[in-house]
């Protein structure tokens, strides 16, 4: 279904947040004849979101009575943090109800001609930020939208002719009518299993991205297993491998030749040098010439929260990377800081997470771990298992005592890391407010006394 085909619809929406708030906005503004007839929220929405909705039944839940309410309407439009596979949902998908997304209404109304669509575990917003930035510097103007800067749907009010680097994650993915015209996968690991209900779904929902009609080349990591070959019509460009863009000896190549050296990049570590690697293979799947590096990537900052500087005293750097929320991105945090004693602090919301590799990696660099709550303890169980001293193998109640025995622990030279390697919603909103929280802690003069309550 595309946005232009809501003309007089009886629209219900389930969910809040950017999304919501763009696709009511732009049928208030463009299709005036359809209206969001039930709104549906897991909680009690903001008055914003009452006033974009107008006169609709609203309701607050879960409520008993949403399956009715959004049975009656033409067509489904759901925050992509509402799971396609819950009951209410699923029964309205198995009766012949149009279920869909913002992004999903957008990409098919632009039958996803002129998008580069960014997905993977980890790495697509650092990867999606890299292709738009490379574009601008190659002088073709390009949007950012997605999960990263704009709403899809906002791209209406711009030139809809001009490239758009869209951010998608496997929520939007699952059930997108449509595909970009290149699609790129940065990386696949274990993840999200309480939103799709298995580790296979969350392969599959992802990976179904490559599969949609519109997409003419997709754009793989080759470090990545268990790829499908491509669909008939479509190509396939690999990075991550000698014969394209790939890390070599602490250098970006170029089937095997040499273009730059890594610590003349913006970005910190081998992932990140692995996200250009893609951001490149993706400027050449959509035909534009990369430009030359490492010029091209002036003015590039790491994104927040993305192993970000956010504090330097007596010679210890305190470093967030509130994204990390799976073991393998921790690990990749932990490479990049070769040769440096680290203080690690981990833990957060427990997905069943398999932590064996990481310890075996903390234990073998001999990383001090600090570890929280809830998956802390599961954590320090595999560092004692793998045979890390006991005195590398710490326990903190909260983020705050946290930083507390980090401070106490750290000599000049050491890198204080929060890379959590698990979700933050067990005590913070988001990763956002766990990063920010970390930088106020670190910050701080003294120890603070106060427990964590998460913000």
Request: proline residues 6%; charged residues 20%.
């Amino acid at each position: 279904m595309r946005f232009s085909e809501l003309e007089g619809a009886s629209v219900g929406v389930w969910g809040a947040g950017r999304e919501i708030g763009s696709f009511a906005r732009q049928l208030a503004l463009r299709i005036p004849s359809a209206r969001i007839a039930a709104a549906v929220f897991d909680a009690p929405p903001g008055a914003e979101e009452i006033a974009a909705l107008g006169s609709a039944d609203v309701v607050t839940g879960p409520p008993e009575q949403a399956g009715r309410l959004l049975g009656e309407c033409d067509v489904v439009v759901r925050s992509p943090g509402v799971s396609i596979h819950r009951r209410e949902l699923a029964a309205l998908i198995a009766a012949g109800k149009p279920v869909t997304t913002a992004t999903g209404l957008w990409l098919a109304e632009r039958e996803g001609r002129g998008v580069i669509g960014v997905t993977g575990t980890k790495g697509k917003s650092t990867t999606a930020a890299l292709i738009a930035h490379l574009l601008r510097a190659g002088g073709i103007p390009a949007a950012l939208a997605g999960n990263i800067g704009a709403p899809a749907l906002d791209l209406l009010d711009g030139d809809q002719d001009a490239p758009a680097v869209v951010e998608l994650s496997s929520y939007q993915i699952a059930d997108l009518p449509h595909g970009p015209e290149v699609a790129l996968l940065t990386n696949l690991y274990r993840e999200h299993i309480d939103w799709h209900g298995s580790e296979q779904a969350y392969r599959a929902e992802k990976l179904r991205l490559f599969e949609l009609p519109g997409v003419r080349v997709r754009v793989l990591n080759a470090r990545t297993d268990g790829l499908a070959p491509a669909p008939t019509g479509s190509r396939t460009l690999r990075f991550g491998e000698p014969g394209g863009w790939d890390v070599r000896a602490g250098a970006l190549t170029l089937a095997g030749a040499e273009q730059v050296q890594l610590a003349e990049l913006p970005l910190a570590g081998e992932h990140n040098a692995l996200n250009l690697c893609a951001a490149l293979s993706a400027l050449e799947a959509f035909g534009a010439q990369a430009p030359s590096l490492p010029g091209a990537l002036a003015g590039f900052a790491a994104l927040p929260h993305r192993l970000e500087t956010v504090h330097e005293q007596d010679g210890v750097t305190w470093v967030d990377d509130s994204i990390s929320t799976t073991p393998e991105s921790t690990m990749a945090a932990l490479a990049s800081f070769p040769g440096r004693e680290l203080i690690l602090i981990a833990g957060g919301q427990d997905r069943g997470q398999d932590f064996g590799g990481l310890a075996a990696d903390l234990t073998a660099r001999g990383t001090t771990v600090i570890a929280v709550p809830s998956t802390g303890p599961r954590l320090l169980a595999e560092l004692i298992r793998e045979g890390a001293r006991g005195e590398r193998a710490l326990t903190a109640a909260d983020l705050a005592e946290a930083v507390a025995l980090a401070r106490a622990h750290a000599r000049a030279g050491s890198v204080v890391l929060l890379s959590p390697a698990a979700p933050s919603y067990d005590h913070f909103r988001d990763f956002e407010q766990r990063g920010e929280r970390f930088r106020a802690l670190a910050a701080a003069a003294r120890p603070e006394s106060q427990p964590d309550r998460g913000g």
